[in-house]
């Protein structure tokens, strides 16, 4: 048995020396040292863990709410470590199946988690690259015969070594059409799936209600998919939080009427048709930075940092929530 030059002695490749280009979890060597019978393993002494231990720390601190995700997110890392001490033990098992679905509404996070979500796959050599290859209904099916398979297969490929984010995912099952290739794409997708050697992991997204009819009429995927992750529509008071994160961000603050008339803002806003969560409340910012602009530019006078960064009352009641119009945008 070699001896590879990990301290701590996790068998996994370490990500930061493989890199993108590094072996698949198929070529992975044995595990280098089996610890005896009655070693101790300190699980927060590993280099992984600690890669991971940061990505969850800014997943609590850049995510506002998201309680329940943070709770599953944090599950499946201790999952993985645990593994990873299992193997260091000569403990054998099947590799864990990781493939996930994040239901939830518009603008809930389900993109930005998945990110956060192959990065730690990655910390933990779950995956070669911390990437997400996102895909709908169109990237996969192909609108003749004989051109969805490979159309699939090589969105298959695109991701390999990383996750395969399908969002909208339901769409790929027309019960209505019984020739439909979305079926061809789902039957491929479950021989990719059941590949324990393979080195994918799929996530199905979409709004809540469709997913579940979509699991429930396809129930070979549903049983290849262990984890499913909640998206819950957003409070208000986490909507304003989640506001207050993004411009400071971007490097601009509300003053202190910017406030009160955001609130004002996100409360109409809320109650209009298509309110897309945290998507909106970006679309909002974005406008309001364009108001902002427009003024500044109106002013005519030198400008200091000061009137750069600050986003007025003004900037905001421009908004067309504020008129009696029926105008919906964003
Ligand atoms: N909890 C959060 N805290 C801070 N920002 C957030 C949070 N959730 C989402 N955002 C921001 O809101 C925007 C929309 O999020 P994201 O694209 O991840 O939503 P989604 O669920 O994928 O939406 P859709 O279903 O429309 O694809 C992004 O700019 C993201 O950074
Ligand atoms: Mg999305």
Redesign the pocket.
């Known amino acids: 048995m070699t001896v590879m030059d990990t301290p701590n002695g996790f068998g996994y490749p370490r990500p930061s020396a493989t890199g993108a280009a590094g072996p698949g979890p198929e070529e992975q060597p044995a595990e280098s040292v089996t610890l005896a019978d009655d070693a101790e393993l300190d699980l927060s002494a590993d280099e992984a863990a600690a890669r991971v231990e940061q990505t969850l720390a800014s997943l609590d601190a ?5 309680a329940p995700v943070k709770r599953r997110v944090r599950e499946i890392a201790s999952l993985l470590q645990v593994d990873r001490a299992r193997r260091q033990f000569g403990l054998t098992s099947s590799r864990p199946t990781l493939h996930m679905s ?1 239901t ?11 990110l956060r979500m192959a990065a730690i796959l990655h910390a933990l050599g779950y995956i070669r690259a911390p990437r997400v290859h996102t895909v709908t209904r169109d990237d996969l099916v192909g609108q003749f015969i004989g051109h969805t398979a490979p159309k699939t297969k090589e969105a298959i490929a695109r991701a390999a070594g990383g996750v395969l984010f399908i ?1 909208e995912a339901y769409y790929l099952f027309r019960p209505e059409n019984e020739r439909d290739y979305g079926q061809e794409v789902i039957e491929i997708l479950l021989t990719e799936m059941e590949n324990e050697r393979g080195d994918l992991v799929v996530i199905f ?3 809540p209600d469709r997913m579940t009819t979509f699991f429930s009429a396809n129930p070979g995927l549903s049983s290849r998919v262990p984890h499913h992750i909640a ?1 819950d529509d ?1 409070s208000y008071p ?1 909507l304003l ?2 506001a207050g ?2 411009v400071a961000s971007e490097n601009f603050r509300f003053d202190e009427a910017a406030h009160q008339a955001f609130s004002e803002y996100l409360s109409r806003r809320m109650e209009q048709p298509r309110f ?4 909106s ?2 679309n909002a910012i974005e406008r309001s930075r364009l108001r902002q602009a427009r003024r500044l530019v109106e002013l005519r006078r030198p400008l200091r940092k000061e009137d750069l960064v600050t986003l007025t009352a003004d900037d905001i009641y421009g908004s067309s929530v504020f008129l009696d119009s029926t105008d919906q945008s964003g």
């Open positions: 850049e995510l506002v709410g998201l994040f939830g509404g518009p603008g809930t996070g389900k993109t930005t988690v998945a969002d997204a979409g709004y998206f957003y986490e939080q989640i994160l993004m897309s969560n945290a998507r409340v970006r």
